[in-house]
């Protein structure tokens, strides 16, 4: 065999070794990338499955909330009620007295259990409004904004540039919760004079603009415990698919955009 011969042998080995080489080198890439794949994968799984989880779980506690509520504004309608109503009963036993005295005490309790019944009405009204499930979530907003303006507490405003429809109770729910906590929020903090609450149905879903002219804040709240009620808005927003928009900074109002992804009821 000649220098030649040899020569093109061991280029033909080095070929050959550089060739099995990559091959293995492919085989290792392509592994490793089925196997980065797989991990991604497994791990988006995993993300997924533990949002699934944490939306079970926040569901579960808002409807834990709500069963508490109804069953606390049950109580305080029934129970609490009843026993003012006996005591008027009571009460009334003797009016057949004729000393002043007495008169006078029996009226002035009188005036008390009618305030106590009131107050009663008032915060199981609250607790479970009876509106909604019967006359739906237009007309239950109306009734907030109305009693804000008798009140004088501040002008409160609902319109509706469209006709809306009636929802899930879940969604009329939800939302009423939502227009509750940023009524107390407006309230308790903003020192408004002025409330609008525009309501609007389209294919997009039902539309709820909030807005108010008092102190607004600073949206980096929205990450820290201060911002606790509002967080709680955005989850119920969540649960219900739908999407929030803050737009406020100090001194300048906030202005609240929810779209909800809905279909009628009726």
């Not at 506690?61 to 509520?69: K, M, Q, T, Y």
């Not at 005490?105 to 019944?117: F, K, M, P, T, V």
């Not at 039902?206 to 911002?227: A, C, V, W």
Request: with cysteine.
């Amino acid at each position: 065999m000649d220098a030649q011969q040899q020569q093109l042998e061991v280029y033909g080995f080095l070929f050959a070794g550089t060739l099995v080489m990559f091959l293995l080198a492919g085989c290792v890439l392509a592994f490793f990338i089925l196997y980065q794949k797989r991990l991604f994968n497994q791990q988006l799984k995993m993300r997924e499955m533990e949002v699934i989880f944490q939306e079970s779980l926040l569901h579960g506690n808002i409807e834990s909330v709500e069963e508490e509520r109804k069953r606390i504004a049950t109580d305080l309608h029934d129970e609490i009620g009843s026993i003012f109503s006996t005591l008027r009963l009571k009460l009334g036993q003797l009016n057949q007295t004729q000393q002043p005295e007495i008169l006078n005490i029996i009226r002035g309790s009188d005036e008390l259990i009618d305030a106590g019944i009131k107050s009663v009405r008032r915060i199981s009204h609250n607790i479970i409004p009876p509106g909604l499930e019967m006359f739906g979530l237009v007309d239950t907003l109306e009734a907030i904004c109305e009693n804000l303006s008798i009140a004088e507490i501040l002008d409160a405003n609902l319109q509706c540039e469209t006709p809306i429809d009636r929802f899930d109770a879940k969604i009329e729910l939800g939302l009423f919760r939502v227009v509750q906590e940023l009524t107390n929020n407006t309230l308790k903090h903003a020192q408004a004079t002025q409330i609008n609450i525009n309501l609007k149905q389209d294919q997009a879903g039902l539309h709820l603009m909030y807005n108010d002219n008092g102190n607004g804040f600073d949206p980096g709240i929205l990450n820290s415990p201060q911002g606790l009620g509002l967080k709680n808005i955005e989850a119920r927003i969540n649960l219900l698919k739908g999407s929030i928009v803050w737009d406020t900074k100090p001194g300048h109002g906030l202005k609240t955009n929810i779209i909800i992804p809905v279909s009628s009821s009726t």
